[in-house]
């Protein structure tokens, strides 16, 4: 499997992720007293949409297949292939893409609104009627207050599963309501494991993207797809070489970063040389350099949210990554 072939979650029917998340799922439909709001947390790409989906099926009836874990369901079970195709009745998922799998910036309140009639229905076809959120770190102020709307309000019949890499930023009420299930990172050692034969790739490229994805199997995948083994690479040559890195080299770098490819190797780019100027400000840290410490963690910072900066004022990209490069030869001066 090449990492351009990695699938959305609602195609996933095998699952290396944490049993015991299943385990208190599952015991929780047994008893009777399922509650009709779950918080998926943890890391972003650790398995949470997957496992949504996964209980999702399960409670709109597809056939229950062990083969594929204790949530598994059969991929050829017609309940299954609806949710593959997104034409079940009794599923509605909140997500960035669009139908025309445009992204965006935000979960717009409009889709929100949409729950509460969705869920005010009884079920269709199935025992349950199901609504995914993913992620819900991703809905502006009014679709959030939009969705509490329908947490205050219980459907009967109807479950909610929302997804969150930083449950931290959800509205208080909002975390209140649900029940959560935390999903833990993995060890590098499982995560390069897991990449083995997966992606075609050499055992080094596997332990470096093991050691990026810090604990996220679906982020070691997604980075792999994305070009960051390459971007690292890039990353660690301008660096090594500062303040005194090459002017041409980096005019090259920059003149990559045209159209919208380019904007994904800038984005990619900025993530590596923020993620290794960090590993330099912790090295200080271990060291007692303070003064470095200082440096170095101010240079993480303006790294990490240039990406962002760059997309809200539609700064060029070419002269945002001159401007970072500036900033940090001046701080490898001092």
Same mark, same amino acid.
């Given at each position: ?120 229905? +009884?079920? /269709?076809? @199935? ?8 992620? *819900? $770190? %991703?809905?502006?102020?009014? &679709? ?86 390459? +971007?690292? /690479?890039? @990353? ?8 005194? *890195? $090459? %002017?041409?080299?980096?005019? &090259? ?82």
């Amino acid at each position: 499997m090449s990492a351009s072939e990695a699938p959305h979650p609602r195609e996933v029917f095998g699952y290396d992720g944490s049993e015991a998340v299943e385990t208190a799922f599952q015991e929780s439909l047994d008893r009777g007293r399922l509650h009709h709001a779950w918080l998926l947390t943890g890391p972003e790409g650790v398995g949470k949409a997957t496992f949504a989906y996964r209980a999702a099926r399960r409670l709109l009836g597809a056939r229950a297949d062990a083969d594929y874990g204790l949530l598994g369901s059969d991929p050829h079970d017609p309940v299954s292939r609806q949710v593959a195709s997104r034409s079940h009745p009794d599923l509605m998922v909140l997500e960035l893409a669009t139908d025309d799998g445009k992204p965006r910036k935000s979960i717009p309140v409009d889709d929100a609104r949409k729950l509460p009639e969705f869920f005010s229905k +009884a079920p /269709a076809s @199935a025992p349950y009627r199901v609504a995914i959120v993913d992620a *819900a $770190d %991703d809905m502006n102020i009014n &679709a959030a207050n939009a969705l509490l709307k329908t947490l205050e309000e219980p459907p009967a019949r109807g479950v909610l599963f929302l997804v969150s890499h930083a449950p931290g930023g959800l509205l208080a009420t909002i975390r209140s309501r649900c029940r959560r299930l935390a999903f833990a990172p993995w060890s590098e050692a499982r995560i390069q494991d897991f990449l083995q034969g997966r992606m075609g790739l050499g055992a080094d490229e596997v332990s470096r993207l093991a050691q990026m994805a810090k604990g996220a199997p679906g982020r070691a995948l997604s980075m792999a797809e994305g070009g960051a083994l390459q +971007a690292d /690479a890039v @990353a660690h040559e301008i660096l090594s070489r500062l303040p005194d *890195a $090459d %002017d041409s080299a980096l005019l &090259a770098v920059a003149d990559s970063f045209r159209g919208t490819e380019g904007q994904k190797r800038f984005d990619v780019l900025l993530e590596r040389m923020a993620d290794q100027v960090h590993g330099m400000a912790v090295r200080a840290s271990e060291e007692g350099a303070s003064a470095e410490i200082d440096r170095w963690a101010r240079a993480w910072e303006g790294l990490a949210t240039l990406p962002r900066e760059v997309e809200a004022v539609n700064l060029d990209r070419a002269d945002a990554f001159f401007t970072a490069i500036g900033r940090l030869r001046q701080a490898a001066r001092v």
